[in-house]
């Protein structure tokens, strides 16, 4: 197995981690109910459209 290649697929873990650390760490300060709208970094998490996997499905009784 090649070191450098291990180094690399490490420090990318550390930052996945550190990221998942420092949105925990963000939800457990806002703990309690908030009025308004939800702080920029929580809005940008949130993905906009339809789910993965969801498709217009064409109803038969319009076909026909």
Request: aromatic content about 2%; glycine content about 8%.
């Amino acid at each position: 197995m090649d070191v450098l290649k291990m180094l690399a697929d490490l420090r990318q873990e550390r930052e996945q981690i550190e990221e998942a650390i420092m949105t925990l760490e963000r939800l457990a300060r806002g703990r309690g109910r908030r009025r308004g709208r939800p702080p920029a970094w929580m809005s940008a998490i949130k993905r906009r459209g339809r789910p993965p996997g969801s498709k217009n499905k064409a109803k038969e009784s319009a076909a026909a």
